[in-house]
C-alpha cells in the first residue's frame, strides 16, 4: 500500500512538470518545445499505465484513439503535418493523466504554471511596454487574453475541487490584464468570471452579494463615463459583429461536401483564410478542419458533460466550461494548440467521479 501512495505521489510531479513544461512551451513558442511536450505526455503515460493495465480499453482510451485515428486520416486529404496529431495526442494524455491523478500536490505546480504566464504577460505590459500584440512573436494580443483566461480558469478550477477555495485575487488580476490587452472576448469574459468565482464565494451571504454588485455596477459605470470610448475604440467594441469571423465560419460551412465532413477542410485552399494565416478564429471549426468527424464526437461528448455537470448541481465547473467555450469559440488557440489539456480537463472530469 505504501508503496502504491510512493509510486502515485512520484506520479503527481511528473504530471506537475510537464504542466508546467506546457507554460514555458506557450511563452517561448517553439515549435519543437509543444512536440516534446507531447513525446513526453506520452512517456509519463506509458509509465503511469503499463500496456496490461485495463485502463488502456477504457471509454477514455476509446475516445482518445478516435481522435487520434481521424487526425492521421486528415493528413492524406490535407496539407497539415504529423506535428498536430502528436500534439493533440499529448494533449489528450496529459488530460487522462490530471483527471486520474489529481491532488493536492499538483497544487503547487499548477501555481506556478499559472505564475509562469501571467508574470510574463504583465511583465511585458507594464515594465517593458511591449505592446499587445507583439507580447507572442507573431501571434496577435488575442492569443495574450486566451492564456490569461484559460489558465486563470485552470487554476480557480484546481483550487475549488482540491482546496474548496475560492480566490477573487486571479479572476481580479485576469480582468485587469484582459482591460489593457484590449479585446474583446478575453474582457466580457474575464467580466462574468469574476462575477461567478463572486457569486460561488458569497453565496451564502447574500448582503454581501448584494453590496458588491453595487459596487461593481458603479464602478463600471464610472469606467464607462471616463473611458468608454477609448474602451469601445480600442477594442473594436464600435464594430459590433460586424468582424471578418463571420465570413471566415460562413465560407467554411459553404466548402463542406461529404467527403471533407468526414476527413475535415482544407483551409490553406480557401481564399480568404490565406489573408488570415489559415485562422479560422473559432477553435472547433478549426478542430474539424484537423480532425474530420473526430469533432462531432468532442461536441457530443461535450452536451453530455455539460448535462452530467448539470444533473450533479457542480454548477460552478460548468460555469467555468461554458467561460472557456465562450473564449474558444472567437479565436483557435485551443483544438490543437498549447491549452488543449485544460479545456478536456474541465470538460471531462466528472468521468472520475462516475
Not at 453565496?203 to 463615463?225: K, N, Q, S, T, V
Not at 489559415?278 to 464526437?297: A, D, L, M, Q, T
Amino acid at each position: 500500500m505504501e508503496t502504491t501512495l510512493e509510486r502515485n505521489s512520484y506520479l503527481s510531479h511528473f504530471i506537475g512538470v510537464l504542466v508546467v513544461l506546457m507554460a514555458f512551451t506557450d511563452i517561448l513558442q517553439e515549435r519543437i518545445l509543444l512536440i516534446a511536450s507531447a513525446a513526453t505526455s506520452i512517456v509519463v503515460f506509458i509509465l503511469c499505465f503499463p500496456l496490461k493495465n485495463k485502463n488502456h480499453f477504457s471509454e477514455s482510451m476509446l475516445f482518445i484513439l478516435i481522435l487520434l485515428g481521424t487526425s492521421l486520416l486528415n493528413l492524406f486529404f490535407t496539407e497539415n503535418n504529423f506535428g498536430g496529431s502528436l500534439t493533440l495526442l499529448g494533449n489528450l494524455l496529459l488530460s487522462f493523466l490530471y483527471i486520474n491523478f489529481n491532488n493536492k500536490k499538483l497544487t503547487l505546480w499548477v501555481v506556478l504554471s499559472y505564475l509562469i504566464t501571467i508574470l510574463f504577460i504583465g511583465y511585458h505590459l507594464f515594465v517593458l511596454n511591449t505592446h499587445e500584440n507583439l507580447i507572442y512573436e507573431g501571434l496577435s494580443r488575442n492569443h495574450a487574453g486566451f492564456a490569461v483566461i484559460f489558465w486563470t480558469i485552470f487554476l480557480l478550477f484546481h483550487l475549488k475541487l482540491n482546496h474548496n477555495y475560492l480566490p477573487l485575487f486571479p479572476a481580479i488580476i485576469a480582468l485587469v490584464l484582459s482591460f489593457f490587452l484590449v479585446g474583446r472576448t478575453s474582457l466580457i469574459v474575464s467580466s462574468i468570471l469574476l462575477m461567478v468565482v463572486f457569486y460561488y464565494k458569497f453565496i451564502e451571504r447574500p448582503r454581501i452579494l448584494f453590496i458588491a454588485m453595487c459596487i461593481f455596477i458603479g464602478l463600471c459605470y464610472f469606467l464607462w463615463l471616463t473611458l468608454g470610448t477609448d474602451i469601445i475604440t480600442n477594442t473594436n467594441l464600435d464594430s459590433g459583429l460586424d468582424t471578418p469571423r463571420w465570413e471566415l465560419w460562413q465560407i467554411y460551412w459553404e466548402n463542406l461536401n461529404f467527403l471533407n465532413l468526414l476527413t475535415g477542410v482544407d483551409v490553406t485552399h480557401l481564399p480568404m483564410y490565406n489573408e488570415f494565416g489559415g485562422n479560422p478564429h473559432n477553435s472547433f471549426i478549426k478542430f474539424h478542419s484537423r480532425v474530420g468527424i473526430g469533432c462531432f464526437f468532442l461536441v457530443a461528448l461535450y452536451f453530455v458533460s455539460a448535462y452530467k455537470y448539470l444533473k450533479k448541481k457542480n454548477n460552478y465547473i460548468l460555469w467555468l466550461l461554458i467561460l472557456l467555450t465562450m473564449r474558444a469559440f472567437f479565436d483557435s488557440d485551443i483544438l490543437i494548440g498549447n491549452f488543449d489539456f485544460i479545456f478536456f480537463i474541465v470538460t471531462f472530469y466528472w468521468i472520475k467521479t462516475e
